[in-house]
Structure formats: structure tokens, C-alpha cells
């Protein structure tokens, strides 16, 4: 049975008509404003921060956040002021604050895991609280059981690292020194976190200084109205150009994540129920989803607690899966998910004890797995809803590195969060190589080999990778890295056995794989979730991510489109032939690759028509799944 999570902080306005009667023009100048301000935020930490994870992999994000603790900036998404709110009254927070916390189950859903460290600084207007700046981000190490604080098979939070309920960091601009030696003190890079800290804290204090000027110049009420008219003004656009996409009746869909670094691979259910209500509903036009059946928590670190808050954090992190719906790609691009899409979504969660509603102290370091997973159930789930005008599955985050002495014997940890090819659309091929995180990039070879005891032999496009489809999905990566000491290699990563789905026609993408030594006497495959795998100088270590699924049947791909990615070497031509029926003449080492036209058709003729179900899981599926093909919700 569902139920609705509740929330101290139901979504409100700030004025009584909702920012109606406020100047356009002056609209435009605040949001340009908070979109100026997020950014110099953002800015401050890359140049300022220490930790590779933060400063050159950029894995971290700033947000603004009005008094009534509603997001406003629509870039990215962010963590929750709601849990500072709760355990310290506003009334009471002093101009030089700054708010602390990463403890997962005290941050309302806005915290994954430990190694996400947030800090929150009050704005101060006309002597009262009217904003908060917040930055959070993904640090080296919190301390736990293993470097880099995510243990794969954790079975307690406790076994994480060092976990922080809010408390004040700086109090009226005098930081609480005995709180940062604690904290340092226990993580294993103690001085990048120390740095980081400074930096995200001295962005975020720069930050209100400002955002209290907008105020100073326009006056809290003015502001505050326009305030409302940007989040109003969401509600509204949503409501007309993607609800209205969106045709009323009721949709269920599932995906899965495949291990949890405990039990056997398995199927961990993530299942959502789709309603779109009509106009007349006593509860208003809305989309409502039910993550009943949802599987049960897991004794490893996939879970996520989503369910605090009215799941306030996961309707805006699940939204930009909503902008597909748009018009033209160019209109996606324009679309903000700020605080205005919440009362445009209810979700219902099952009971406590499941992979979205843990119970502490359930571990959740690799959280990723379940909330990616979300994102692609939510797109299967519209998908068949709007007769597959979605994009394909992709996965585009994992967290691969390597640890150990360097050559002068000094402790290291080096980790890297590399994307992988989003999946194919209606309209166009996927991306390659992209990040979940925007902004997020994979670490520069020069950096890494200056600083780490390795070589990077090279960095490309995972041949083949992309799913197949009149659309193919985008490419992952292929990354060689050669040891010049012994060390460990460590992976947190999902999609190995089950891939990135193709959709109305496509096939899957590849899924992830680690080799240690590929072709070499010692050649061993790694386990996606990995703590501490044993590398030793000289030895190569190969490392694939995933391709995005593909969309629509690879035989109505155009045949030039095949001889172009097989010259941009994208697509092998083997797989030209085998996955899309295209027979090729020539070579790419003559510069006369072409198609035999006739070849080709006859070849494609040839080929049964694209199987019934409306998804494509990929042979992994079967592995896990007693040998079918296909779940029971993949037909349309």
C-alpha cells in the first residue's frame, strides 16, 4: 500500500497573489540575477577548491533558495535547505552563519550518501533571513572502511564514514574549529577536505553578499514578488506545454539495478506507477507517482532515502526527465526545474523497508544505482504513455579510481566519475560520453599522471558501444591506464550485466566492464562493485562505460548515417552488417567506404521484423531473470 510523506514546509508562496503584479522586466533582471549569482558561486569553488573530485571532475553544484525554502535557480539540481530550517528556527540565524550537514537520514532526502558534504548560509535582507546559498559536493573521503568512504558491501551506514546532523559550521563568521578538526580528522585526505570546505564555505558567505544587494536595491517585498512570479511562472509553462503532452489514464513500468555488493546479482525492482489526472480532479491536474512495488531495501549500499519531505528532492531530480515531452529540443533547452514543478507532482511511496523508503542504518554510499535507475524507469513509464516519444536508457555516472603509495611513498587516492552515451531519441542519435552532473568532466590526463604513479595510454569512444536503432544510442568511454607501482583499483558501478535499454525498436547499449591486463597473460575481468582489487606495476587497466540504448529499428537507419559512424569509427563494420543489415564496399584505410544499395535492402528484407515488446533489455536481462526476455510491464 502507498502513502504520501509528509512535510513541515508545504509548498506556499511568499505574496498574496503570487507575484502577479510584479514588473516583468524586473522578473527577468532577478532570475538573470540568481542565475549570475549560482554561477560566481560555482566559479569560486572549481578555482578555489583542492580535492580532484571537486575542483577538476566539478562534481558539485550550487542553489538558491527563497524563505519559504524553495529552489529557485533552474540550472541543475540541488540539495534541501529543509533540514537546517527544521533544527535551527530562522529568527534566530545571525548575518556570517554558515549551516553543516551530510547525514543521509537527517537531511529530507536531499543527501545521497556520506561523501556529500552541503553547506547552507542565510541571506539577510532589511535585517530578517529572505534566502539561503547552498553548495553541496562529492569529496575524497569521509572516512569508513575503505578509501574514498563508499565500501561496496557495506551493510550499515556506520561502516561509511563520519556522519554530520546539521550543525552550525561558522557561527557570525567565527568557524567552529573543533567541529573541522573532527571532521578532518577522520577522513584519510585530510587536507583536501579542510581546503574544499573553505572554498564551498567562502563561496557560498560571497554568495550572499551578492544576493543581499539585489535586495538592498529593489527592496525585500519587490523582490520576494518576483520571487514568486519565477516559480509561478514554471508551474504554469509545465502545466501547458508537458502535462498537456501527457494523456490522462494510468501507466506502469519497471527497471532494475543488479547487485548490491552483498547479495548475489539480482533483480532489485524500481517500479513506478504513472497517472496523469484530468483538469476537473478534486486534487487538481497533476501527474501522481506510485512507487508501489517498488523491491525491498537492499543489505548492500544501493538505497536511497527518497521518501522524506513529500519526496520534495526526487520530484525535482526525477522533472528533467519531463522536458522531453517539449516542443523542439530548443525549447527542452529553455526549461528551468525550479521549485515550481512540486505541486505539479504527487508521489506515493510504499512502506517503510524498501529500496526508496530504508530503514536506518541501511547503507547507501552507492544510492546512484537506485536514483539513475529512477530517471530511466520514469522515461520508460512516459515512453509508454506517448507511444515511445522518449529518449532511450542511459547511464552516465560511475565511480572508477585507483589508490594507494605513489613513487616518493606517499599515501594517494585518485577516483573518477566517467559518463557514459545517453540513449537515442525520436528526433536524433544519443550523446556520447556525458555526465549526469553538469559542468562534470573526466580528470585531465595532465593532471593525473603529474600527481598519480600512472600513464594514461589513451582515451576514445567505446567502439560499438551505443545501442543500435534508426537513432543510435550515444558512445561511452574506453579508458587505458598502465601502473607504474603496485596499487588497488576500486569501482562503484551498476549496469555490467543488465544495459542501458533501447526503446520502440532499439536495441541496448553495451553494458560496463573493467579488465585488469586485457590480452596479457594475467587478463581478468573486475567486478563493477569493487573495494580494493589488487593492481600491480605494468599492468594495464581497461575500462569500458556504457553505450545508451537505441531508439526506433536499426533498419530504417539511414545507410549513410552507418558509413559515416563507421568512418568517425563509432561502429564497427562488423556491426554495420550485423546490427543494421548495411553492407558496406570499400575500406576506411582507402577513403572509399560506401554501400552496396541493393545489398543492403535485400539484406534487411531478409531480417524478421523488430520483436514485439516495446523495450529492449539486452541479453543480461535474461541472466537475471530465469531466462526471459522480456518483463510483463514491457508490453505496451
Known amino acids: 500500500m502507498s502513502r504520501r510523506a509528509p512535510t513541515q514546509f508545504p509548498f506556499g508562496f511568499l505574496t498574496d497573489d503570487r507575484g502577479a503584479s510584479a514588473d516583468p522586466v524586473l522578473v527577468e533582471i532577478?532570475?538573470?540575477?540568481?542565475?549570475?549569482?549560482?554561477?560566481?558561486?560555482?566559479?569560486?569553488?572549481?578555482?578555489?577548491?583542492?580535492?580532484?573530485?571537486?575542483?577538476?571532475?566539478?562534481?558539485?553544484?550550487?542553489g538558491i533558495h527563497d524563505r519559504l525554502l524553495r529552489k529557485l535557480t533552474g540550472r541543475s539540481y540541488s540539495a534541501l535547505v529543509h533540514p537546517i530550517a527544521r533544527d535551527f528556527p530562522i529568527e534566530d540565524m545571525q548575518p556570517g552563519d554558515v549551516f553543516f550537514h551530510n547525514d543521509v537520514y537527517r537531511s529530507e532526502g536531499g543527501i545521497g550518501h556520506l561523501p556529500d558534504l552541503c553547506v547552507t548560509v542565510p541571506?539577510?535582507?532589511?535585517?530578517?533571513?529572505?534566502?539561503?546559498?547552498?553548495?553541496?559536493?562529492?569529496?575524497?573521503?569521509?572516512?569508513?572502511?575503505?578509501?574514498?568512504?563508499?565500501?561496496?558491501?557495506?551493510?550499515?551506514?556506520?561502516?561509511?564514514?563520519?556522519?554530520?546532523?546539521?550543525?552550525?559550521?561558522?557561527?557570525?563568521?567565527?568557524?567552529?574549529?573543533?567541529?573541522?578538526?573532527?571532521?578532518?580528522?577522520?577522513?584519510?585526505?585530510?587536507?583536501?577536505?579542510?581546503?574544499?570546505?573553505?572554498?564551498?564555505?567562502?563561496?557560498?558567505?560571497?554568495?550572499?553578499?551578492?544576493?543581499?544587494?539585489?535586495?538592498?536595491?529593489?527592496?525585500v517585498a519587490t523582490v520576494e514578488s518576483c520571487f514568486d512570479a519565477i516559480i509561478d511562472r514554471t508551474t504554469t509553462t509545465y502545466r501547458r506545454e508537458i502535462l498537456s503532452q501527457i494523456p490522462?489514464?494510468?501507466?506502469?513500468?519497471?527497471?532494475?539495478?543488479?547487485?548490491?555488493?552483498?547479495?548475489?546479482?539480482?533483480?532489485?525492482?524500481?517500479?513506478?506507477?504513472?497517472?496523469?489526472?484530468?483538469v476537473d480532479d478534486p486534487d487538481g491536474e497533476r501527474l501522481i507517482l506510485d512507487f508501489d512495488g517498488t523491491g525491498p531495501q537492499a543489505k548492500g549500499p544501493i538505497n536511497h532515502c527518497g521518501d522524506y519531505s513529500d519526496g520534495v528532492f526526487l520530484k525535482k531530480w526525477l522533472a528533467p526527465i519531463l522536458r522531453n515531452l517539449a516542443d523542439s529540443p530548443e525549447r527542452m533547452a529553455e526549461l528551468d526545474v525550479n521549485e515550481g514543478i512540486v505541486p505539479l507532482i504527487e508521489m506515493r511511496f510504499p512502506e517503510p523497508g524498501t529500496l526508496l523508503t530504508p530503514v536506518f542504518p541501511a547503507p547507501t554510499n552507492a544510492r546512484t544505482f537506485v536514483i539513475l535507475r529512477l530517471l530511466g524507469v520514469l522515461a520508460g513509464v512516459v515512453a509508454k504513455a506517448v507511444d515511445g516519444r522518449m529518449p532511450a536508457d542511459q547511464e552516465t555516472i560511475r565511480y572508477t579510481g585507483v589508490y594507494g603509495e605513489d613513487l616518493d611513498g606517499r599515501p594517494y587516492l585518485m577516483r573518477e566519475v566517467l559518463g557514459g552515451g545517453s540513449g537515442g531519441r525520436y528526433y536524433a542519435d544519443g550523446e556520447d560520453t556525458i555526465h549526469v552532473v553538469p559542468d562534470s568532466r573526466n580528470l585531465p590526463t595532465e593532471f593525473t599522471e603529474a600527481r598519480f604513479p600512472f600513464r594514461v595510454e589513451s582515451l576514445s569512444l567505446a567502439v560499438d558501444s551505443g545501442g543500435a536503432g534508426k537513432y543510435r544510442g550515444g558512445l561511452g568511454y574506453e579508458k587505458h591506464i598502465r601502473m607504474l607501482k603496485d596499487g588497488h583499483f576500486m569501482s562503484i558501478a551498476d549496469r555490467s550485466i543488465l544495459a542501458c535499454w533501447g526503446v520502440r525498436g532499439g536495441l541496448a547499449g553495451q553494458p560496463f566492464q573493467v579488465v585488469?591486463?586485457?590480452?596479457?597473460?594475467?587478463?581478468?575481468?573486475?567486478?563493477?562493485?569493487?573495494?580494493?582489487?589488487?593492481?600491480?606495476?605494468?599492468?594495464?587497466?581497461?575500462?569500458?562505460?556504457?553505450?545508451?540504448?537505441?531508439?526506433?529499428?536499426p533498419r530504417e537507419r539511414d545507410p549513410a548515417l552507418v558509413v559515416r559512424d563507421v568512418v568517425w569509427r563509432k561502429v564497427s563494420p562488423a556491426a554495420a552488417l550485423a546490427s543494421y543489415g548495411v553492407v558496406l564496399t570499400g575500406s576506411v584505410d582507402t577513403d572509399d567506404?560506401?554501400?552496396?544499395?541493393?545489398?543492403?535492402?535485400?539484406?534487411?528484407?531478409?531480417?524478421?521484423?523488430?520483436?514485439?515488446?516495446?523495450?529492449?533489455?539486452?541479453?543480461?536481462?535474461?541472466?537475471?531473470?530465469?531466462?526471459?526476455?522480456h518483463a510483463e510491464v514491457d508490453a505496451r
Open 30 to 62: 532577478v532570475q538573470g540575477s540568481l542565475a549570475s549569482v549560482e554561477m560566481e558561486v560555482e566559479t569560486a569553488i572549481a578555482r578555489t577548491s583542492r580535492s580532484p573530485m571537486i575542483r577538476d571532475a566539478h562534481d558539485f553544484r550550487a
Open 123 to 219: 541571506v539577510f535582507g532589511e535585517g530578517a533571513v529572505v534566502s539561503f546559498v547552498q553548495a553541496f559536493g562529492h569529496h575524497d573521503d569521509i572516512g569508513g572502511a575503505v578509501p574514498g568512504s563508499m565500501p561496496s558491501n557495506a551493510t550499515s551506514v556506520f561502516e561509511e564514514g563520519l556522519m554530520v546532523p546539521p550543525i552550525k559550521l561558522w557561527d557570525a563568521g567565527v568557524p567552529n574549529r573543533a567541529a573541522l578538526a573532527i571532521m578532518t580528522r577522520n577522513s584519510r585526505m585530510p587536507e583536501s577536505l579542510s581546503a574544499d570546505l573553505d572554498a564551498e564555505c567562502s563561496a557560498c558567505l560571497m554568495g550572499a553578499r551578492r544576493l543581499g544587494e539585489l535586495f538592498d536595491r529593489y527592496g
Open 248 to 278: 490522462v489514464g494510468s501507466w506502469t513500468w519497471e527497471d532494475y539495478a543488479e547487485h548490491d555488493g552483498v547479495d548475489e546479482p539480482m533483480l532489485h525492482t524500481q517500479r513506478i506507477t504513472l497517472t496523469r489526472t484530468d
Open 516 to 553: 585488469i591486463d586485457p590480452g596479457g597473460p594475467e587478463e581478468r575481468e573486475v567486478d563493477a562493485l569493487a573495494d580494493a582489487e589488487p593492481i600491480r606495476a605494468g599492468e594495464v587497466v581497461r575500462i569500458r562505460t556504457t553505450g545508451g540504448g537505441g531508439w526506433g529499428d
Open 593 to 629: 567506404l560506401s554501400y552496396d544499395a541493393a545489398a543492403t535492402a535485400a539484406e534487411r528484407a531478409g531480417r524478421p521484423a523488430a520483436a514485439s515488446a516495446f523495450f529492449d533489455r539486452g541479453p543480461g536481462y535474461a541472466r537475471l531473470a530465469g531466462g526471459a526476455t
